[in-house]
């Protein structure tokens, strides 16, 4: 509990560095240094997911209902 009393405040910090990027046009989001880290896998995930539904939505249009082959 006392790391949280005696902390560091880091509003000025982060106030100067989200203002800063918006004045360079850069999102919110991608600001922080934890961005690149936090926002890869997510956008893996999210591309991979739609990526790997619109396949199967083709292969199931053409009558296949699985991953590969024929089957």
Same mark, same amino acid.
């Given at each position: 509990?006392?790391g949280?009393?005696? /902390?560091?405040?880091?509003?000025? &910090?982060?106030q100067?560095?989200?203002?800063? +990027? $918006? /004045? &360079? %046009?850069? /999102? ?5 240094p934890? %961005?690149?880290v936090?926002?890869r896998?997510y ?5 991979g997911?739609?990526? +790997? %539904?619109?396949?199967m939505? $083709? /292969?199931m249009?053409?009558g &296949?209902k699985?991953?590969?082959?024929? $089957?």
């Amino acid at each position: 509990m006392a790391g949280f009393v005696n /902390r560091e405040n880091r509003v000025p &910090h982060y106030q100067k560095l989200f203002q800063e +990027g $918006g /004045r &360079h %046009s850069v /999102r919110q989001w991608n600001q922080t240094p934890k %961005s690149k880290v936090l926002l890869r896998p997510y956008l893996v995930i999210l591309f991979g997911g739609f990526a +790997g %539904s619109m396949y199967m939505m $083709g /292969r199931m249009v053409l009558g &296949h209902k699985t991953w590969f082959g024929k $089957g």
